[in-house]
């Protein structure tokens, strides 16, 4: 054992180095240089490897809340408010939408094929999706809104 450490002890190790520097020889500095090269390499592959460290912060989103102490006509307002702003975001979407359509349209006129067959049944099916939406709405509304004898879901959702 005692052979082992005195092979790999730093002492013998600077030893080692000062008899290379020391001695003669035509390459000394190339091969010094290059050792060194490999050697920076490895430790610059090393560092670049990364490590654990601490987790990242957690990202927080906020919830909007309200008052419990809000109006009747308060809470009206917002849900006003806020219908107005998602069918704004349906009519851009669906203007982006339409616009996709006929860059499609004029890209299928260009290889001959029937575009407005097909415009036509796309729109149509549109169509009959929105349909079926709005009478799975107003059949939520008719469900879950009290009704005055003789007044209609929608009526009673806008509060007439």
Known sequence: ???????????????????FLGAPREFRWTGLF??????GGIFVLMI???WRGMPRRPEV??????????SDAEIIAGNIEATRK????????????ENIRKMYKTVGAATGLDTQKMYDDGKAEREA???????RNKALLDRYLEKKPGQTATAAAQGN
């Open 1 to 19: 054992m005692k052979d082992f450490f005195r092979d790999v002890s730093p002492r013998r190790a600077v030893l080692d180095l000062w008899q």
């Open 34 to 39: 290059l050792a060194a090269c490999v050697t």
């Open 48 to 50: 670049n490897q990364g």
């Open 61 to 70: 989103i906020y919830i909007q809340s309200w008052r419990a102490d809000r």
């Open 86 to 97: 998602a069918r704004a975001e349906a009519a851009e979407e669906e203007f982006h939408a």
């Open 129 to 135: 999706e929105q349909k079926a939406e709005a009478a």
